[in-house]
């Protein structure tokens, strides 16, 4: 089960789509883990045939399959640091009629928007779907380090170590959403952690 | 009072382009500064003609950082309402006027790496204006613009000495066309079109761009329709508790404010979106002209933009 139905949430909260296949002079997919089943669900001959898939599998089994849709380039790469010269490379040598769709984790497609509007592409203009793990990339407001893949709430700042409370409050600009601290007024009484949407 | 405020100024200089297009000057009666603007803004000017007070939105195509004055081009149009026909035949250098306050409906969005303008006829105003802005900042931009004829080509030469290399001409009797499909393709990413001139124009540069996939965000456009004269009608305004008659060549909107009942509004020219309001009870059929209420709202007769749009038929009741 890679969908997941989020909660009703304030409106900086990021809202994800379907991917559909728009016309456009070329296609630029990126997605990580079981956003390729995305990507299998939108993916033609004729697109594929102007398409650049950029995967981050994240251990999943998909791969072999979206290799498999032959698309004009494809590239696997173990994380998105790793991918994102390539990522950046696309960008700066692409053209208006572009398309771009993003599908997998939010860390993965805030990232990857982030990348896409600073090359021109309007936000609103940007495809994603939602699939997979629902972590969240986090910016500690305190000292401004960002913690990946968090799980929980509250958890520990990868960065400074202050227990952090999960906000909806979203950045397009950061890419993250923003962790604050929890227990600054009283050290040490800090809540049970528990899964984000539990 | 409804609209933007108001400056009272003093036509300073009056030129004479061409056969349509005559340009006007605008100092402040006060002598004081005119406030900047940003490419693309409008002036509202009115027109004071007997019993009639014409309010016609003009695009500002001075550079908006220039405070001393602003100027407008007008192009005449014999088969109009007469607004143009007033400022051509009637407003003399010394005259004084009421404008507005800049309102821009067609800005330029700084994000884009590249500008593309697209330009028919007198449509050439905002971007004159753009252009200079985005000169101060070394701006990437590009215009084409389509005229009738050579001798129609207001501010071809200007535009040519100045910036030979961003600016193309097409002459419609020398059977020049833009060739939008190649100019489209290929242009790099983050660019930004931004299309006035007549209606089809437009259509043509939207579709066209849709279909090549640009973003619906990445396409701007400009166009000010003047309210068409229709048969006369009779509306009520609820609020006012008034009984009006609207006549052939006056809008919606101007009939209201003859009334003396002050309504809401910016662009005059159905875009906007200010002046929507609400019909309370209708027999009969809208003539919707405005761009701002969607296919449904026209249909449903719910709302009206008394600027541009007309009714025929029984009784009009208006929340107003």
Redesign the interface.
């Known amino acids: 089960m890679s969908k997941f139905t989020f909660p009703q949430s304030i409106r900086s909260r990021p809202v994800y789509g379907t991917l559909e296949q728009?016309?456009?002079?070329a296609h630029l997919l990126i997605a990580d883990a079981e956003g390729a089943e995305a990507i299998l669900d939108v993916a033609t001959p004729a697109m594929m045939a102007k398409a650049h898939i950029v995967y981050i599998p994240k251990g999943a089994a998909f791969e072999d399959k979206l290799r498999g849709l032959n698309a004009a380039s494809f590239y696997a790469g173990p994380s998105y640091g790793a991918a994102e010269q390539r990522i950046h490379k696309a960008?700066?040598d692409?053209?208006?009629?572009?398309?771009v769709y993003l599908a997998g984790t939010e860390g993965l497609m805030g990232q990857a928007q982030n990348a896409a509007m600073q090359?021109?592409?309007?936000h609103?203009?940007i495809q994603t779907e939602h699939r997979g793990s629902t972590a969240r990339r986090i910016q500690c407001v305190h000292c401004k380090g960002i913690t990946e893949d968090v799980e929980t709430d509250p958890f520990v700042c990868a960065h400074c170590g202050l227990n952090l409370f999960v906000r909806d409050h979203y950045s397009r600009r950061l890419a993250a959403y923003q962790g604050v601290c929890i227990d600054a007024e009283d050290p040490g009484n800090v809540p049970e952690p528990k899964g984000i949407y539990e | 009072m409804s609209g933007a405020e108001k400056i009272a100024v003093k036509v300073t200089d009056i030129v004479p382009l061409n056969e349509l297009v005559t340009r006007f000057k605008f100092a402040r009666v006060d002598g004081g500064r005119l406030p900047t603007f940003s490419g693309g803004a409008h002036t509202v000017v009115e027109m004071r003609d007997g019993d009639i007070t014409r309010l016609n939105p003009y695009s500002l195509m001075s550079d908006p950082m220039d405070q001393s004055a602003y100027t407008i081009s007008v192009r005449r149009d014999d088969e109009g309402r007469g607004g143009s026909l007033f400022m051509h035949q009637r407003v003399k250098v010394g005259d004084e006027m009421t404008i507005s306050y800049p309102v821009n409906l067609f800005s330029l969005d700084l994000r884009a790496k590249k500008h593309l303008f697209l330009a028919g006829g007198i449509g050439i105003t905002p971007f004159l204006a753009q252009i200079k802005q985005l000169e101060r900042f070394n701006g990437n931009w590009e215009l084409h613009y389509a005229c009738r004829t050579e001798s129609l080509g207001s501010y071809v030469d200007e535009l040519t000495n100045h910036h030979p290399n961003e600016t193309h001409i097409y002459y419609d009797d020398q059977n020049d066309k833009i060739d939008l499909v190649n100019l489209l393709d290929g242009q790099p990413l983050g660019t930004h079109v931004y299309v006035c001139g007549p209606k089809g124009m437009i259509e043509w540069v939207r579709g066209t761009a849709t279909a090549e996939g640009w973003p619906r965000e990445a396409v701007h456009y400009e166009e000010f329709l003047a309210p068409q004269p229709g048969k006369p009608f009779e509306v009520k305004l609820a609020v006012s508790n008034k009984v009006i008659q609207v006549g052939e060549t006056e809008s919606l909107l101007e009939a209201i404010e003859r009334a003396g009942v002050d309504a809401p509004y910016l662009c005059r020219g159905g875009a906007c979106g200010q002046c929507e309001t609400r019909v309370i009870d209708y027999t009969g059929n809208f003539i919707h002209r405005d761009h701002w209420l969607d296919d449904d709202e026209h249909a449903n007769g719910e709302k009206i933009m008394p600027c541009v749009s007309r009714f025929e038929g029984k009784t009009l009741v208006l929340d107003r």
């Open positions: 728009r016309d456009g002079a960008l700066a692409a053209k208006m009629g572009l398309q090359a021109g592409i309007p609103t203009a």
